[in-house]
Nanobody, 121 residues
Framework: QVQLVESGGGLVQAGGSLRLSCAASGRTRSSYAMAWFRQAPGKGREFVAAINWNTHSTYYADSVKGRFTISRDNAKNTVYLQMNSLKPEDTAVYYC??????????????WGQGTQVTVSS
């Protein structure tokens, strides 16, 4: 089992920044990819960004490309999502996930509890 705990969400004005953290523990494996998804009220869970634990390769949804940056600290087993130039449409619960990789929810086996991000206009 892998446990994922997110932190760093909150309320921010449009144009502001937040950094989310995801601490992984348990039977973590270097072959896992780590990703961030988000879910707004009344909508499905959507892919935001992913990072390959070994190769440092990163992937982003078009809606966040150029504004969000995913990174990881192997020594701390922690993944980060730096979010800049936030928009009201970024408001959602953000989830950290670990799994095979890619943009599909079904490719990820482990999920955190989520952290709320609210962007006011």
């Amino acid at each position: 089992q892998v446990q994922l705990v997110e932190s760093g969400g909150g309320l921010v004005q449009a144009g502001g920044s937040l950094r989310l953290s995801c601490a992984a523990s348990g039977r973590t494996r270097s072959s896992y990819a780590m990703a961030w998804f988000r879910q707004a009220p009344g909508k499905g869970r959507e892919f935001v960004a992913a990072i390959n634990w070994n190769t440092h390769s990163t992937y982003y949804a078009d809606s966040v490309k150029g504004r969000f940056t995913i990174s990881r600290d192997n020594a701390k087993n922690t993944v980060y999502l730096q979010m800049n130039s936030l928009k009201p449409e970024d408001t959602a619960v953000y989830y950290c996930a670990a799994g095979r990789g890619g943009t599909s929810v079904s490719a990820y086996d482990y999920w955190g509890q989520g952290t709320q991000v609210t962007v006011s206009s």
